[in-house]
């Protein structure tokens, strides 16, 4: 557990979080410090009547439902009352002394916080993926089969995008373990609702393209960034690496694009960054699952796609 979530459990304790109402009170402004960020002032949050800007039922319930959480935390919605108040009072300040101190992660501190809802009201808990890491077998198959478990998902959630999603955020995962300190700019959520859409990773002046579904339309952005000196390269799973190749080779760019299996994109990249040195593997790939956990929290609201190591 690192810092923020330790701070958080001792936070929790201290000030009592063990009521549905107070729960309800500390998703609210956790969501509020996310969208306006911190510090926040906890006066600028409460009118002349003594009663909390936006905060209600149908507020809390549309934040658990970015989740997947239907049911009611609170009927009251955690509404304003002095114990509300002296709540939100001490709970602002909290926050922006983790501000000071350079560790308050808005968005990771919403989802602990949505980690406390189960022990309070029935949900359906979606289990997260696992990465099932076993020395007798090779990285390739663990990718492989970390894959199949997102298609799986994407199944049982007809209209979602969790393969490609996963995919998108295993090689953005990927690319920072191996290059720490490379600038890169990202663009992905399952929000965007496109099966099959590509999503972006840009490093300088190379663009990644990464996609479930590559088409015809993918190959004309390549075209296009061509022309304007870019370098893509386009990763895909490996049964639809084929179907790039020939479309590029339709359009006349077969030697133009890189087109790589992200089975193994990954399972390379994880031999370079541990050295190949089996020893170091088990603890890289727990800082993989980490780092890829993270990544999901910055840019998903749907965590349906974290994972663990087993």
Same mark, same amino acid.
């Given at each position: ?7 958080? $459990? ?27 960020? &911190?510090?926040?002032? %906890? ?22 439902? /970015? ?36 560790? %308050? ?39 492989? /089969? ?20 996963? &995919? ?10 191996? &290059?720490?300190?490379?600038?890169? %700019?990202?663009?992905?959520?399952? %929000? ?5 859409? =590509? ?8 663009? &990644? ?18 022309? =304007? ?25 077969? $030697? ?6 992200? $089975?193994?994109?990954?399972?390379? #990249? ?16 727990? #800082? ?5 956990? #993270? ?16």
């Amino acid at each position: 557990m690192n810092d923020l979530m330790q701070r958080l $459990e001792a936070y929790r304790v201290e000030q009592k979080i063990t009521s549905k109402g107070k729960l309800a009170v500390v998703l609210f402004v956790s969501r509020l410090a996310r969208e306006k960020g &911190l510090p926040l002032d %906890a006066n600028e949050l409460i009118t002349d009547k003594g009663q909390v800007h936006g905060l209600g039922k149908a507020v809390v319930q549309k934040i658990l439902a /970015d989740y997947g959480i239907t049911r009611v935390l609170a009927k009251e919605g955690g509404r304003t009352s002095r114990g509300s108040m002296d709540t939100i009072r001490r709970y602002v300040k909290f926050l922006n002394d983790l501000h000071q101190e350079n560790l %308050a992660d808005t968005e990771a501190i919403e989802a602990w916080w949505i980690q406390q809802v189960p022990k309070y009201v029935s949900v359906e808990t979606v289990p997260p993926l696992v990465l099932k890491y076993d020395a007798g077998k090779s990285l390739r198959s663990m990718i492989r /089969d970390l894959l199949e478990q997102a298609e799986k998902r994407q199944r049982d959630h007809p209209g979602s995008v969790y393969a490609s999603a996963v &995919l998108q955020h295993l090689i953005a995962t990927t690319v920072k373990l191996a &290059l720490p300190n490379a600038e890169i %700019a990202q663009s992905f959520s399952i %929000a965007d609702e496109q099966p099959g859409r =590509s999503g972006d990773l840009l490093i300088g002046h190379v663009s &990644l393209h990464v996609s479930t579904s590559p088409s015809e339309a993918l190959i004309r952005t390549c075209k296009a960034e061509l022309d =304007s000196g870019k370098r893509p390269i386009i990763i895909t799973v490996s049964r639809q690496a084929p179907v790039a190749e020939a479309l590029a080779e339709y359009m006349g760019l077969e $030697e133009r694009i890189d087109i790589w299996d992200v $089975e193994q994109f990954i399972s390379a #990249n994880l031999h370079e960054i541990n050295q190949f040195e089996p020893s170091r593997y088990n603890a890289s790939l727990n #800082n993989f699952v980490t780092e890829y956990n #993270n990544m999901v929290l910055g840019y998903e609201t749907d965590i349906r796609i974290r994972f663990k190591n087993r």
